[in-house]
Protein backbone atom coordinates (compact mmCIF):
# COMPACT_ATOMS: atom_id res chain seq x y z
CA UNK A 1 0.00 0.00 0.00
CA UNK A 2 1.34 3.73 -0.98
CA UNK A 3 -0.24 6.57 -0.43
CA UNK A 4 1.44 9.73 -1.65
CA UNK A 5 0.72 13.28 -0.65
CA UNK A 6 1.56 16.05 -2.83
CA UNK A 7 0.49 19.81 -3.52
CA UNK A 8 2.35 21.51 -0.63
CA UNK A 9 4.13 24.84 -1.01
CA UNK A 10 4.57 27.97 0.19
CA UNK A 11 1.68 30.93 0.29
CA UNK A 12 0.89 34.32 1.74
CA UNK A 13 -1.94 34.21 4.35
CA UNK A 14 -5.03 34.05 2.89
CA UNK A 15 -4.01 32.41 0.13
CA UNK A 16 -4.77 29.12 -0.89
CA UNK A 17 -3.45 25.57 -1.74
CA UNK A 18 -4.84 22.02 -2.74
CA UNK A 19 -3.27 19.35 -1.24
CA UNK A 20 -3.87 15.74 -3.33
CA UNK A 21 -3.06 12.02 -2.07
CA UNK A 22 -2.82 9.28 -4.66
CA UNK A 23 -3.41 5.96 -3.21
CA UNK A 24 -2.41 2.59 -4.87
CA UNK A 25 -2.14 -1.17 -3.43
CA UNK A 26 -5.38 -0.77 -1.49
CA UNK A 27 -9.39 -0.41 -2.40
CA UNK A 28 -11.17 2.08 0.42
CA UNK A 29 -13.92 1.04 -0.62
CA UNK A 30 -15.65 0.93 2.88
CA UNK A 31 -12.36 2.93 5.22
CA UNK A 32 -12.03 6.04 5.90
CA UNK A 33 -9.11 8.66 4.78
CA UNK A 34 -7.77 11.73 6.33
CA UNK A 35 -5.04 14.38 6.23
CA UNK A 36 -3.06 14.94 9.80
CA UNK A 37 -0.61 17.86 10.15
CA UNK A 38 2.36 18.06 12.35
CA UNK A 39 3.73 21.05 13.06
CA UNK A 40 7.73 21.86 14.78
CA UNK A 41 6.46 21.02 18.54
CA UNK A 42 3.16 19.73 18.48
CA UNK A 43 2.19 16.03 18.15
CA UNK A 44 0.23 15.38 14.79
CA UNK A 45 -2.57 16.60 14.65
CA UNK A 46 -6.11 15.81 13.00
CA UNK A 47 -7.29 17.85 10.13
CA UNK A 48 -10.07 16.15 8.54
CA UNK A 49 -11.27 12.82 7.70
CA UNK A 50 -14.12 11.16 4.91
CA UNK A 51 -15.47 7.90 4.89
CA UNK A 52 -14.82 6.59 0.98
CA UNK A 53 -18.58 4.58 0.88
CA UNK A 54 -20.85 7.57 1.75
CA UNK A 55 -18.49 10.73 1.43
CA UNK A 56 -19.15 11.09 5.39
CA UNK A 57 -17.12 14.33 6.39
CA UNK A 58 -15.51 15.46 9.33
CA UNK A 59 -13.08 18.70 10.30
CA UNK A 60 -11.59 19.80 13.04
CA UNK A 61 -12.77 22.89 14.55
CA UNK A 62 -9.40 25.11 13.40
CA UNK A 63 -10.24 24.63 9.58
CA UNK A 64 -13.49 23.65 9.90
CA UNK A 65 -15.39 26.33 7.13
CA UNK A 66 -12.07 26.87 5.47
CA UNK A 67 -10.64 23.41 4.02
CA UNK A 68 -12.96 21.00 2.26
CA UNK A 69 -11.91 17.12 1.65
CA UNK A 70 -13.16 14.84 -0.68
CA UNK A 71 -12.43 12.34 -2.72
CA UNK A 72 -12.35 10.60 -6.06
CA UNK A 73 -13.41 7.05 -6.08
CA UNK A 74 -12.16 6.72 -10.12
CA UNK A 75 -8.70 8.05 -9.31
CA UNK A 76 -8.52 6.32 -5.90
CA UNK A 77 -7.58 9.75 -4.65
CA UNK A 78 -7.87 12.24 -2.00
CA UNK A 79 -8.09 16.25 -1.50
CA UNK A 80 -7.53 19.20 0.92
CA UNK A 81 -8.90 22.39 -0.34
CA UNK A 82 -7.08 24.81 1.79
CA UNK A 83 -8.50 27.99 1.52
CA UNK A 84 -8.66 31.37 3.95
CA UNK A 85 -4.32 29.84 5.08
CA UNK A 86 -3.13 31.48 8.09
CA UNK A 87 0.50 31.38 9.51
CA UNK A 88 -1.03 28.79 12.10
CA UNK A 89 -1.44 26.23 9.50
CA UNK A 90 2.07 26.10 8.32
CA UNK A 91 3.04 22.82 9.37
CA UNK A 92 3.92 19.23 7.10
CA UNK A 93 0.54 17.49 5.98
CA UNK A 94 0.50 14.08 5.73
CA UNK A 95 -2.65 11.26 4.30
CA UNK A 96 -3.75 8.53 5.91
CA UNK A 97 -5.51 5.83 5.51
CA UNK A 98 -7.58 3.57 8.57
CA UNK A 99 -7.95 -0.21 7.89
CA UNK A 100 -11.13 -0.18 9.77
CA UNK A 101 -14.94 0.97 8.73
CA UNK A 102 -15.22 3.52 11.48
CA UNK A 103 -13.76 7.34 11.16
CA UNK A 104 -11.35 8.22 13.66
CA UNK A 105 -9.14 11.20 14.81
CA UNK A 106 -6.84 9.68 16.34
CA UNK A 107 -3.42 9.15 14.34
CA UNK A 108 -2.80 5.26 16.42
CA UNK A 109 -5.66 4.87 14.57
CA UNK A 110 -4.74 4.94 11.03
CA UNK A 111 -2.73 1.98 9.68
CA UNK A 112 -1.09 3.66 6.29
CA UNK A 113 0.96 6.71 6.16
CA UNK A 114 2.04 9.06 3.14
CA UNK A 115 5.07 10.78 3.19
CA UNK A 116 4.30 14.13 4.23
CA UNK A 117 4.54 17.40 1.73
CA UNK A 118 5.23 20.72 3.87
CA UNK A 119 2.55 23.77 3.91
CA UNK A 120 3.97 27.10 4.78
CA UNK A 121 1.70 30.76 5.30
CA UNK A 122 3.64 33.43 5.87
CA UNK A 123 2.20 36.44 7.33
Known amino acids: VQLQASGGGSVQAGGSLRLSCAIS????????MAWFRQAAWPEREFVASIKWNDGRTDYADSVKGRFAISRDNAKNAMYLQMNSLKPEDTAVYYC?????????????????WGQGTQVTVSS
Open 25 to 32: GLAFSHYP
Open 96 to 112: AGRSMSISSRTPEDYTF
